[in-house]
């Protein structure tokens, strides 16, 4: 091992060091630890699982909590002994000492640059889990299975960043793949990785539909929108929306198709409709349409209050709902991201869920 090598090891330990130190900061590690102790003093009374909701809450921000606390402190420990293992094992010319303490370095680096690039979610509601709405665009058949491809593709995406995906809504396309569907993702930092995933996805493929073999394009578009804690308070006027009940589609029972008890709520100031079948009761439905219409009104103010900055900023993309963003160009191996410009010719491995490229970069220009 060169002394070149030697050297950089040691400045890549100190430099790791340092932004550790600037992320115990940034992230108000101090507050955090005390906190922590305070969430586990109150988990370990036996009272406090009378409250069945209180305990959810305080067991999901103990989670967050553990999440910055321990990390850090991770960080610390191991940069700490590595300065230390890293000094010895350079005096004594034990090359492979140095070389284990270069693996762990490289370990650590991924782990700062993780934290790092939570710099980027500067919306309020970026830490919350949230929802995708897909739909198919005009096209029939093609639009549906492309549709349905895109259902598979952030589903696989939420398996590799470790979310809980629940698919809650889905209408079944006539020959193939899917009209709509509606996915909830719980995970630390959901609506932050997948809010720029909004607007229209264009797939050129030759269809496996078109016995020909004839090019084909095929649009479905993606809505992104957060779901909003109890303890955020959103006014709604029982008098602005409209609820209409229908008889719900697909599997749900012996009840399915015998009773309205799928409900469809429309918030007439805003036109924002949503809709819940999944469920077996009415009663159901209703609560958790509520809930996506208090999550859709939030996402509505948030982007009208966007839209009032975008004006200031005219350099910015917008991507609001209908804008083309990516297109998917599979018989020339290509995906292109029309904000970023990024592109890659991986069309199969993005089909599969690898998005970080492409969420990383439109976070890192503010799309």
């Known amino acids: 091992m060169d002394i070149e090598r030697i050297n950089a090891i040691g400045s890549t330990l100190a430099d790791l060091t340092a932004r550790t130190d600037a992320l115990r900061g940034y992230l108000d ?29 305080l067991g999901k921000e103990k989670r967050t909590l553990e999440n910055v606390v321990e990390t850090i402190n991770h960080l610390t420990s191991n940069l700490s002994d590595n300065s230390e293992l890293y000094e010895m094992s350079k005096a004594d010319d034990d090359f492979a000492g140095l070389e284990a303490i270069e693996a762990d370095a490289a370990k650590l680096r991924e782990i700062v640059e993780q934290f790092e690039f939570r710099r980027m979610f500067n919306n309020p509601a970026d830490p919350s889990n949230c929802f995708i709405d897909i739909q198919a665009g005009a096209g029939g058949t093609e639009a549906c299975d492309w549709a349905g491809m895109l259902l598979r593709q952030y589903l696989k995406y939420c398996e590799r960043k470790g979310f809980k995906a629940t698919l809650e809504d889905e209408t079944p396309g006539d020959v193939a793949g899917i009209k709509s569907a509606t996915i909830k993702v719980e995970g630390e930092y959901a609506f932050g990785l997948l809010r720029t995933e909004t607007g229209v996805h264009r797939l050129v493929r030759k269809s496996p539909f078109d016995s020909s073999g004839g090019r084909h394009t095929s649009f479905a578009s993606l809505f992104v929108y957060p779901e909003i804690d109890d303890s955020i308070e959103i006014d709604i006027n029982p008098a602005d929306v409209r609820t209409d009940t229908f008889r719900a589609s697909g599997a749900g029972g012996q009840h399915i198709n015998k009773t309205d008890s799928a409900v469809r709520l429309t918030h007439i100031p805003t036109g924002i409709v949503v809709q819940c079948q999944d469920g077996r009761s009415q009663h159901s439905n209703r609560d958790v349409a509520w809930k996506r219409l208090r999550s859709r009104l939030y996402d509505h103010e948030m982007r009208k209050r966007q839209e009032e900055q975008q004006k200031l900023e005219d350099t910015k993309t917008d991507v609001g709902w209908g804008h083309q963003i990516r297109s998917y160009v599979l018989d ?36």
Do not use: C, M
Not at 34 to 50: G, I, K, M
């Open 332 to 367: 020339q191996s290509r995906i292109k991201d029309l904000r970023t410009n990024y592109e890659t010719s991986a069309t199969q491995k993005v089909l599969d869920g690898d998005l970080d490229p492409f969420i990383s970069e439109s976070l890192k220009q503010g799309v």
């Open 29 to 57: 590690y101090d507050r955090k630890a005390l906190r922590l102790n305070e969430v586990n003093a109150a988990l370990e009374n036996p009272n406090v699982w009378n409250e069945p909701k209180r305990a959810q809450e």
